[in-house]
């Protein structure tokens, strides 16, 4: 009962010491050190004033321990401790000294765990330090090994410098964390072993073994890795992040085959994890059906030990769409991906380009020929095409999307900016050009200036790509998943290049269009404000990833007020107005009423722009409806919620969101705040993980998953995915019900 109730009362009185007092962390009161001194091995503890460590409570172990003599103790103070009578202590620095035995050992990964207390009555829990120490010097070393030790000193110095660059974790990751682990049966004689390896970690490639009962293994074509320098083994070849190797199959005898896989990787902090061998049963689909078979590998509890469950399943979008290019037909390939850029042409993540190129074409100076404005919409495209094909190239290399990094608060502020002052420029404040000596310079090259003026739309189209449209669809998740599993970067490449051509054709309809307007008189000012409200239109749409949603609207209050009031139609008409005019100023005026709408919405703290009168009337309370998302963040935290739903048979569905993210955005503004989607979800665990921060947490989380960012819904049944029913960017509602019937 004592051993019971020992525990629950230190941390009552722990819990009691926080609230009253700030207590320093572990390390700050305990700050440990381990290093090596002429034949010893010393342990230092530096301990603050006020606390203590317990002598009986450090524990110390090591992988060489026949190398290691008995630790030596300092003389420790005997205290009659509250809670484990008398027992010695030590305060201000304890130094234990562990002698270093002949051996042939170069280096000891000791395991050292301590315990100690505050004088306020407080006691930490054990204490758990890991360190790796350089023994190989110490008996003497031969003129070789000298050298070897200067060349080894030397390259732990230029470690140090990479880690502070990219500093390691503290503390390693379970096995199953660290070499996510997944095998998916692509045919009835294929198999695909992936491992999602963290970016701290990497796999022996002469580690590797794999086998299967009751089917034979064929001929693997297994990857080069890189070449390391290892601590252990030399120089050996590693890999690193995602690893995918196809597996034929031969002589099938029986049903369920039992596929087995055993490997070995290491931590860059300086552990290695003993060899991992994982047995999966796998039914495998009929031939010449369109199937899946998945075993995702996850925490259980507490324990390190995998989730199996096989299930046949129908390919999804994406990996329709993948599949497509490993057809031999390229020219089917192509044709499917410029159809899908036209398809995606649709999406919000275009609509934005439409104002921002035909600006471009509107703001030139005289007369723009149809062939200038086709020109210069072709560069526009061309360079969003290019842009999109690279930013692709590299995440389905590295798992990094581009287009990410680019949605931070200070890019889109910048960027904003610059369209306000192209906005100001259609106005007719200022006309935005070159210094004058510059400008002589570009007339002595090109005396008509149309190379300035087409470098300047291919970076607006570059940085309109990485900038303005960060939207993941699934033709786009098809061909990184293909680029990276493949490593087929010239199909994955040139496929992503015709869907964006295909994505930029409507644009060039529109921008040789633009050029058709009249050029004279009050109609192109008033077409130049037009578009100068657009450029606005498209500052604050980029403002809304990164501000609140009542400062947004707010925002869009002003411009819908403002701007038909800016443009005259409160202004008397003449006596003889003309129909068109007559046209504009209805137009204006009904933009002006919307825009004291949304104020009225301000007023009221926020809500819905697209419904500005939904907080009136008796139909408010069906308005408000909305899924209850929990929100979670770590791979670790999915797996305590699989488990937990496992347990009460719970569906569970994830929602990958970002406020960068548009079509997110529209998802839970036509989706998750469906009246019926919300009734479906009520016996369903909803969760979101919100990958706004797109930190190492975020991409782990996405990496497990081959996720390249948002949005994306994944359906859970007894803990593992129905990847036939993946979700991957935007759907309506009665898309969604679909997808989630089929997964119950």
Not at 342 to 353: A, E, G, N, Q, R
Not at 702 to 716: D, E, K, Q, T, V
Request: glycine share 8%.
């Amino acid at each position: 009962m004592k051993r019971f109730l020992l525990p629950l009362f230190l941390l009552l009185i722990s819990a009691f010491a926080h609230a009253e007092n700030d207590l320093l962390p572990a390390d700050e009161a305990f700050a440990f050190k381990a290093k090596v001194v002429n034949d010893e091995i010393l342990l230092n503890w530096d301990i603050a004033k006020g606390y203590y460590l317990y002598k009986e409570k450090i524990k110390i172990s090591a992988d060489y321990s026949q190398q290691l003599g008995t630790a030596k103790f300092p003389e420790a103070k005997i205290k009659n401790d509250e809670f484990f009578g008398e027992i010695g202590v030590y305060r201000n620095n304890a130094v234990v000294a562990i002698p270093v035995l002949d051996g042939d050992a170069k280096s000891v990964l000791l395991t050292v765990t301590y315990q100690g207390c505050a004088d306020l009555g407080v006691c930490y829990p054990p204490i758990t330090k890991k360190a790796t120490l350089d023994i190989s010097d110490i008996h003497g070393p031969s003129l070789v090994d000298s050298a070897l030790g200067i060349f080894s000193k030397a390259k732990t110095k230029a470690q140090s410098v990479v880690e502070k660059i990219n500093p390691i974790s503290d503390e390693p990751l379970p096995a199953d964390e660290a070499f996510g682990f997944s095998v998916v049966a692509i045919d009835a004689n294929t198999l695909l072993a992936t491992w999602n390896i963290h970016s701290e970690y990497y796999l022996y490639h002469n580690k590797f073994f794999i086998d299967a009962k009751r089917a034979e293994i064929g001929n693997i074509n297994f990857p080069k890795g890189k070449l390391k320098d290892d601590l252990l083994f030399g120089e050996v070849q590693v890999h690193k992040g995602t690893l995918s190797i196809e597996i034929p199959l031969k002589n099938i005898t029986s049903q369920p085959i039992t596929f087995v896989a055993k490997y070995q990787g290491c931590w860059e902090g300086g552990i290695c994890y003993p060899p991992q061998e994982k047995s999966v049963e796998i039914i495998l689909p009929i031939q010449g059906s369109e199937t899946l078979v998945t075993t995702d590998y996850k925490t259980n509890g507490t324990l390190n030990t995998p989730i199996q469950a096989t299930e046949a399943i129908e390919l999804n979008e994406t990996d329709k769409i993948a599949a497509l290019l490993q057809q031999d037909n390229i020219f089917l390939v192509l044709a499917s991906f410029f159809g899908f850029g036209l398809l995606l042409s649709l999406t919000p993540c275009v609509f934005p380009m439409i104002p921002i190129l035909s600006g471009i074409i509107v703001g030139q100076k005289g007369e723009v020929s149809t062939q200038k404005a086709l020109i210069m919409s072709i560069v526009f495209v061309l360079a969003m095409s290019v842009t999109y094909s690279i930013a692709g190239v590299l995440a389905g290399y590295f798992g990094e999307n581009l287009q990410v990094l680019f949605q931070t608060p200070w890019i889109l502020v910048v960027f904003s900016l610059v369209f306000v002052a192209l906005a100001f420029s259609m106005f007719g404040y200022y006309e935005i050009q070159l210094p004058a000596s510059l400008q002589g310079k570009i007339a002595n090259i090109s005396n008509k200036q149309e190379g300035g003026h087409l470098i300047s739309v291919a970076i607006m189209g570059f940085l309109s790509a990485l900038i303005v449209g960060p939207c993941v669809a699934p033709p786009l998740a098809g061909a990184l998943i293909y680029i990276g599993q493949t490593g087929d970067a010239l199909l994955g490449g040139v496929s992503l290049f015709v869907m964006s051509l295909g994505m930029g054709a409507p644009l060039l309809a529109i921008g040789a269009g633009v050029s058709k307007l009249p050029k004279a008189g009050g109609w192109m000012d008033n077409v130049k404000y037009i578009f100068g409200i657009l450029m606005l239109a498209v500052a604050i749409w980029l403002l809304d990833r990164i501000i609140s949603p009542v400062v947004s609207l707010a925002l869009w209050a002003t411009l819908f007020s403002f701007s038909p009031i800016a443009m005259g139609v409160l202004n008397s008409l003449t006596n003889t107005p003309t129909p068109w005019q007559r046209i504009f100023k209805a137009i204006g005026l009904l933009v002006l009423a919307y825009g004291i709408l949304l104020w009225g919405l301000v007023a009221r703290g926020g809500g819905d722009m697209l419904a500005p009168l939904s907080g009136y009337g008796s139909g408010s309370q069906t308005e408000q409806v909305h899924i209850k998302f929990e929100k979670i963040k770590s791979t670790t935290d999915l797996d305590q919620i699989l488990l937990r739903a496992k347990a009460n048979n719970k569906m569970v569905m994830l929602d990958f969101y970002a406020d960068w993210c548009i079509s997110c955005k529209e998802l839970e503004r036509f989706v998750f705040s469906n009246a019926e989607v919300v009734k479906a979800m009520s016996n369903a665990i909803a969760l979101q993980a919100d990958v706004t921060d797109n930190d190492e947490i975020d991409k782990a989380l996405m990496s497990r998953f081959n996720i390249i960012g948002p949005p994306a819904i994944l359906f859970f049944k007894d803990g593992v995915e129905k990847r036939s029913q993946r979700i991957v960017g935007e759907i309506n509602a009665q898309g969604y019900l679909e997808h989630f019937n089929k997964a119950k």
